[in-house]
């Protein structure tokens, strides 16, 4: 069973269509790169993922998505309780005004189910996963907002990780963030990838390349390609793709 | 050209405005000061008879003298029922149109009985008398006493503890009023509210600010005060407490709109993460977005709770308007801004009571230009995210 699939997806928004008809299938624990010039549809599909669009007035879809075989559409579904599974990650750092710790620990306080011991111990394995714990460990108490822009976003994944999701998506994670904080976070991507399955929307095709197994290809709201990353880059099959990739638009 | 034209005029106004402004404070505290060191019986002389021991009377022992509420015995005087002869009451021994023997020789009697008291101009005061010292210490007047009856003859009483406590009162229950109300409105329009509903919600708002209070006021009188009269089983419903509310509503606008601003200029990323998070609407409001904009909160209490203290026209109407010390919001109050308004009329310009009215001014004054510089100081820092 695949992880996340998609099909024949038409969005929607008024009567602008963003979307066209797009089709795709995602393996469990692999990382999936969504790219393609602004305004292509990319982050539009990944907020599909989690719902996320409900919330734009005049949004409409067809087609269906899965997500563990499951239709994420389907209207038994409580947008809510999906996004306990799928995890999200801004293009900004966007910390709660809080402390440090109540920032991870935010999600898991949602559902009142945890003791506070459990949720320190849930603090602490997601700070560690996010390879954020050695910097931060001494001043939980401290506010989120005194850390650095590539700290605070990898306390947004740790936020994200603490409800432990099985998807994680980012929408261009590292955008507003300096090389070195970049080169973390893509670190970071490789480590998850163990335990999840990732969608990540990216502008940079060097970062694509580097951190996915499976990159897709947007271009005005169709998905003009998507394969493996090695055969994407070295090989790719359709004359747009190219185009884009040598750079000559976008 | 046309910059350096826009600063002219910028400055122009800048100038304008500190030199009314400034002019106004000026004219508050020159008019109010005063107080501190003037007695309201300048031109008057206290005498006594001539075999009355007492070397001096405090301005307290003079009023519960003329009241009745002591005797000369008690303060260790003579052993004689008191007679006050003062100004406003001469006309109950002789009247104002007597020949001037008469009234002479009247008053000269008058000070042939052990238990005078005189407070007249020097020009009228009898020969055969003994001057007596009255020492007038303006800050006690002021602040050691509750007692409010400004006009009151021989000397007045000035105490502004009442008024105070009256405009706390009315505050108080303004404020806890209006800022639940205010967050909670604020939160309805920016949540649940339809967008197309929401101009219309907005526009009404700003007439319901824009309402003259003596139309809340006399709406207040006719509405509320029966409501409260009966609901509370009083036999007045003019209370601090109907002030309090009649205030609150006629804030809301102003509490509202300011937390709707604040709930607006939430990042929507934050937002959406919290979403991202699981939270469902209510939990994004009460975890969020409340605390996020609590600083904003603040401030527009702040902000509120000095347009309800500086508000006249309502109060004046519907709080029953007494000047006294209320321990219950079921009692009348009187607010400062109210007695301003009340009195200033009347006092002679340059008289006591007319200088005493200005010092509540400054007092008020104070208050205000407190609550918005706190208001300011605090203000939220723009924070990115």
Redesign the interface.
Known sequence: MYKVEAHAVSVWYGDHQALYKVSLQLERNQVLALIGPSGCGKSTFLRLLNRMNDFIPGFRMEGKILIDGEDIYAPHVDPVHLRRRVGMVFQKPTPFPFSIYENVAYGLRLQNRLKESQIRERVEQALRQAALWDEVKDNLKKSALALSGGQQQRLCIARALAVRPSLLLMDEPTSALDPISTAKIEELIHELRQTYTIVIVTHNMQQAARISDVTAFFHMGRLIECSRTKDFFTNPTHPETLRYITGRFG | MRDRWGKKAFQAAAATTILILGGLTLFLFQEGLPTLWKSPYEGVTYAVHPQNPLPHLSPEAVQALVRGETTWTALGGPEAPVVPVYLANLDRYVSAHAPAPLFKHILDSLATLPGVLFALPPSLLPARTKPIDVPWNGWKALFASARWSPTYEPIPSVGVWSLLIGSLWVSAIGLLVVVPLGIAMAVYVVEFLP?KLYYAIKMLWEVLAGLPSVVVGFWGLMVLVPWIQKIFHLEDGETALTAGILLGWMTLPLMASLVEEALQAI?P??I?????????QW?TIL??KL??IMPSIFTATLLSAGRILGETMVVLIVSGNAPLLSWSPLMPVRTLPATLAAELGEAPVGSYHYHVLFFLGIILFLITVSLNALAYVIQPKT?S?
């Open positions: 967008k990042p990323l934050l959406e993460s919290s979403y991202g998070l699981g939270a469902t939990q975890r969020l605390p996020y924070r995210a």
